[in-house]
């Protein structure tokens, strides 16, 4: 292989863009409660119809950071619905992992609303990793409801990696290669006498811009034991069974991993229910930034947590600006980013609408 992976071929897709794309179905209210069930996420904006037609925004809503679903998608080596998320000509097989993503959100998406989406190539590069080369490809999605309107925008970073000889041999000649045993993983909880209960809607008080102070700790949201259920019910609400989530052979003997991982957008849903929780029904949940940077398993419980670093009024709105992150039962931090968040003032409605930033 050569000392570069961005050959030619790979560098001429910087720029280009998706032919958009309209999903299947539109939002259903059955979609908006298996996105939210299967985040443990009880706001009933996304389930209690009557609640929500009583709120400023008079409808149900989708959680925001899961507004697309892949329907059916063809299944192919990595998973249903992975091949088509990364349709770059690499010079290997590799998986792509969730970097992170930069959201803006500028409307609500509601149930009932079709959704499109068009993808941009903005950037292909390459850095060198402990086992390797690594390859980032940076896109930008855009997403517009039935009305053509944009809802929101997303920064998406992938990082893809060359498999290691062994793997490669064993991927290309599946059956013909003696294989490594397989190492054994903890089996993933609830133990036989437990069943894991579903959390129950709280009351929900608005917090209003005056209320909050800089250093001021969001209520975090814990998620845990983790399970491969909450894998698998992630994967039928959301519509991307990638194989490194729920197949265990897979994930350790293909991609070299030591267990099935949690799914990088399902971190996102922990931490937008973090930042959701903290805005309120009044509040809007604006931007967005994470970047993924450890793994986490069955076993783990996982604590969404954030802090307000900055306080400041901008266009008569006041704005928040969050660090968030998420850490294991392991002691890791697995995810760190920012956020922000505007708030009413007492008295004050907030617009519907958003303009995007730079």
Same mark, same amino acid.
């Given at each position: 292989?050569?000392?570069?992976?961005?050959?030619?071929?790979?560098?001429?897709?910087?720029?280009?863009?998706?032919?958009?794309?309209?999903?299947? !179905?539109?939002?259903?209210?059955? =979609?908006?409660?298996?996105?939210?069930?299967?985040?443990?996420?009880?706001?009933?904006?996304?389930?209690?119809?009557?609640?929500?037609?009583?709120?400023?925004?008079?409808?149900?809503?989708?959680?925001?950071?899961?507004?697309?679903? *892949?329907?059916?998608?063809?299944?192919?080596?990595?998973?249903?619905?992975?091949?088509?998320? !990364?349709?770059?000509?690499?010079?290997?097989?590799?998986?792509?992992? %969730?970097?992170?993503?930069? #959201?803006? !959100?500028?409307?609500?998406?509601?149930?009932?609303? #079709?959704?499109?989406? /068009?993808?941009?190539?903005?950037?292909?590069?390459?850095?060198?990793?402990?086992?390797?080369?690594?390859?980032?490809?940076?896109?930008?999605?855009?997403?517009?409801?039935?009305?053509?309107?944009?809802? %929101?925008?997303?920064? /998406?970073?992938?990082?893809?990696?060359?498999?290691?000889?062994?793997?490669?041999?064993?991927?290309?000649?599946?059956?013909?290669?003696?294989?490594?045993?397989?190492?054994?993983?903890? +089996?993933?909880?609830?133990?036989? *006498?437990?069943?894991?209960?579903?959390?129950?809607?709280?009351? /929900?008080?608005?917090?209003?811009?005056?209320?909050?102070?800089?250093? =001021?700790?969001?209520?975090?949201? +814990?998620?845990?034991?983790?399970?491969?259920?909450?894998?698998?019910? #992630?994967?039928?609400?959301?519509? %991307?069974?990638?194989?490194?989530? #729920?197949?265990?052979?897979?994930?350790?003997?293909?991609?070299?991993?030591?267990?099935?991982?949690?799914?990088?957008?399902?971190? %996102?849903?922990?931490?937008?229910?973090?930042?959701?929780?903290?805005?309120?029904?009044?509040?809007? !949940?604006?931007?967005?930034?994470?970047?993924?940077?450890? =793994?986490?398993?069955?076993?783990?419980?996982?604590?969404?947590?954030?802090?307000?670093?900055?306080?400041?009024?901008?266009?008569?709105?006041?704005?928040?600006?969050?660090?968030?992150?998420?850490?294991?039962?392991?002691?890791?931090?697995?995810?760190?980013?920012?956020?922000?968040?505007?708030?009413?003032?007492?008295?004050?409605?907030?617009?519907? +609408?958003?303009?995007?930033?730079?």
């Amino acid at each position: 292989m050569s000392s570069t992976l961005i050959t030619p071929q790979v560098r001429a897709i910087i720029g280009q863009e998706t032919t958009p794309e309209r999903n299947r !179905f539109p939002i259903s209210e059955e =979609m908006a409660y298996d996105l939210a069930d299967a985040i443990q996420d009880p706001n009933p904006m996304y389930s209690d119809g009557d609640y929500a037609a009583r709120s400023r925004f008079g409808k149900l809503l989708c959680p925001p950071l899961a507004t697309w679903k *892949d329907i059916a998608p063809s299944i192919g080596f990595f998973g249903a619905g992975q091949e088509s998320h !990364f349709q770059v000509p690499l010079p290997f097989n590799g998986y792509g992992l %969730n970097g992170g993503s930069d #959201w803006q !959100f500028l409307r609500p998406v509601y149930v009932g609303d #079709w959704i499109t989406r /068009r993808f941009r190539i903005l950037d292909i590069y390459e850095k060198q990793g402990r086992s390797g080369l690594l390859v980032f490809v940076v896109r930008q999605e855009t997403q517009t409801n039935q009305h053509g309107q944009v809802v %929101n925008l997303a920064k /998406r970073v992938s990082i893809h990696r060359a498999l290691g000889s062994e793997q490669q041999a064993s991927t290309a000649n599946a059956g013909e290669v003696s294989e490594p045993p397989l190492r054994p993983v903890p +089996v993933s909880p609830p133990a036989p *006498d437990t069943v894991i209960s579903k959390p129950v809607a709280q009351s /929900r008080d608005q917090r209003y811009f005056e209320d909050v102070t800089t250093g =001021m700790e969001l209520p975090p949201v +814990v998620k845990g034991p983790i399970t491969t259920t909450h894998l698998v019910r #992630w994967a039928a609400a959301n519509g %991307n069974y990638a194989r490194i989530h #729920w197949d265990l052979p897979f994930a350790q003997l293909r991609q070299g991993l030591s267990n099935v991982v949690v799914n990088g957008s399902l971190k %996102n849903q922990y931490l937008g229910q973090l930042l959701l929780d903290f805005a309120g029904d009044e509040g809007w !949940f604006k931007r967005f930034y994470v970047e993924h940077r450890g =793994m986490d398993y069955p076993d783990d419980v996982i604590t969404a947590y954030g802090t307000v670093t900055e306080k400041a009024e901008q266009d008569g709105f006041g704005y928040l600006t969050c660090r968030v992150g998420l850490r294991n039962s392991r002691g890791e931090e697995t995810a760190s980013g920012h956020a922000t968040i505007v708030l009413p003032k007492r008295g004050q409605s907030l617009p519907l +609408v958003w303009e995007a930033e730079e």
